[in-house]
């Protein structure tokens, strides 16, 4: 049988990426990113609701988005659903599901981090054109 595991989003990041490192040395990156749908509701009032979307990176990719991903940048992005689970201490079982990115594309340049100057970090706007879909 085949089957697909394939995620898409266009979203802002909610907070700066936090990089760490596995004890094997591979990096891997954390990022959350805001998604928005806008709807009209059953009285007629356009609604606006969010849902939060945690993303994973690895590798030259995480080392990539720790560089350049700032809080509020719009990226689209793509990888592959994941479901994790751990006990926490007192034994209760924890669930967090998760994208595994494989592609992330700025589509804002990136913020200047507070306290440093930048010309222009490479981060780029793209064009619609640019856009896999």
Not at 75 to 93: A, F, I, M, N, P
Not at 98 to 123: C, H, M, R, W, Y
């Amino acid at each position: 049988m085949v089957s697909l595991n394939k995620c898409e989003f266009i979203g802002n990041l909610g907070k700066e990426p936090e990089m760490r490192f596995t004890p094997s040395g591979s990096p891997v990156t954390t990022f959350s990113v805001a998604v928005n749908r806008k709807y009209k509701g059953p009285d007629g009032d356009m609604k606006e609701e969010t849902e939060w979307v945690s993303v994973v990176a690895w590798n030259k990719l995480a080392e990539t988005c720790n560089q350049y991903l700032n809080k509020g940048q719009m990226v689209y992005l793509e990888g592959r659903l994941h479901t994790r689970s751990w006990e926490d201490k007192s034994g209760v079982k924890q669930y967090r599901t998760e994208i595994i990115a494989n592609q992330v594309l700025f589509l804002s340049q990136s913020k200047p981090a507070p306290g440093t100057q930048s010309e222009d970090d490479g981060g780029g706007d793209i064009n619609s054109a640019d856009l896999p879909f």
